[in-house]
């Protein structure tokens, strides 16, 4: 039987933000945090890469030496029983709601349900950045501003849950992400919101597929890093008067990747915070140099 590697550490709550960016950064599919009575944090990770697991634990152990950070290798079937104990129903706004197949009996209600079977190469949208992502997409589709003539990118795509929210409003688009092995699990995820028909997917960047394709819609969820990196790339796939997301970005970076992005010719975004996170919201992004 195949194992996978568990990585336990604790840090203080005045170092999350750090972490949280850290580990978004090396841990795609999310991680688990359990507040602790002395104001710290416990943090578990489990890997199916091992190379990259014991690189993480090394990072760790330099980076916060006091932090505790051990890796231990597990049976691969204790990690289907772990998220079947904690998983809960993820409701983002007013209009989705993330959860596995085993709880689809108790959905709400009158929400939108994005199915996600949890595994170890993407995440659950339980992230903050996630919600965010879907909160800005169910306003602009309340607003009417969303229409099934629309076409999407998302970059990053990891579990494809934006592509998969997108797609039950009717567009169709591309997912992009440079991990292969996500893009193996998004078509999972795709195939059971009845949803592959609709979405593309490819591995690699924004310049990795016909640099001709244009889109009336772009949602990018990644660090502000790299979307600031990537800029020229992202613009470079919005048609005309379109609209442009961008999260994963801390509060404190939204003005920086949004410069990054004013530069260039766009418009001022509009900025939504949610906890530590910012997300940016160009509604329409007026003309685009070619």
């Not at 933000?17 to 944090?41: F, M, N, T």
């Not at 965010?132 to 849950?161: H, V």
């Not at 919005?238 to 801390?250: A, D, P, R, T, V």
Request: proline share 6%.
């Amino acid at each position: 039987m195949s194992k996978l590697l568990k990585i336990q550490f604790t840090l203080p709550e005045t170092e999350m933000d750090e972490c949280q960016v850290y580990l978004s950064g090396r841990v795609a599919h999310g991680w688990e945090e359990k507040p602790q009575d002395d104001d710290s944090i416990f943090y578990t990770i489990h890997l199916e890469d091992h190379p990259l697991g014991s690189e993480i634990v090394a990072e760790i152990q330099k980076r916060w030496p006091d932090a505790g950070c051990i890796g231990e290798e597990i049976e691969d079937e204790n990690w289907g029983l772990a998220w079947k104990e904690f998983f809960v129903p993820v409701v983002c706004g007013d209009m989705f709601e993330i959860l596995p197949p085993w709880l689809l009996e108790k959905k709400t209600e009158g929400l939108t349900q994005i199915v996600i079977e949890p595994k170890m190469a993407f995440g659950t949208g339980g992230h903050p950045t996630t919600a965010l992502c879907l909160e800005l997409i169910s306003k602009l589709s309340r607003e009417g501003k969303l229409n099934p003539e629309m076409s999407f990118f998302d970059l990053g795509t990891g579990s494809a849950i934006l592509s998969i929210a997108l797609a039950k409003l009717g567009l169709k688009g591309t997912g992009v992400d440079i991990d292969p092995q996500s893009i193996v699990c998004a078509l999972e995820n795709m195939q059971n919101n009845d949803v592959e028909d609709d979405i593309t997917l490819a591995v690699g960047s924004a310049d990795c597929i016909d640099p001709s394709l244009k889109y009336d819609l772009v949602v990018a969820n990644i660090l502000s890093g790299p979307l600031i990196e990537l800029s020229p790339d992202v613009i470079g796939r919005l048609k005309e008067n379109s609209i442009l997301i961008l999260s994963g970005i801390l509060n404190e970076q939204a003005e920086n990747v949004a410069k990054a992005y004013i530069t260039k010719g766009l418009p001022a975004p509009e900025i939504f915070i949610d906890g530590e996170w910012a997300g940016l919201l160009w509604e329409n992004t007026g003309a685009i140099d070619s």
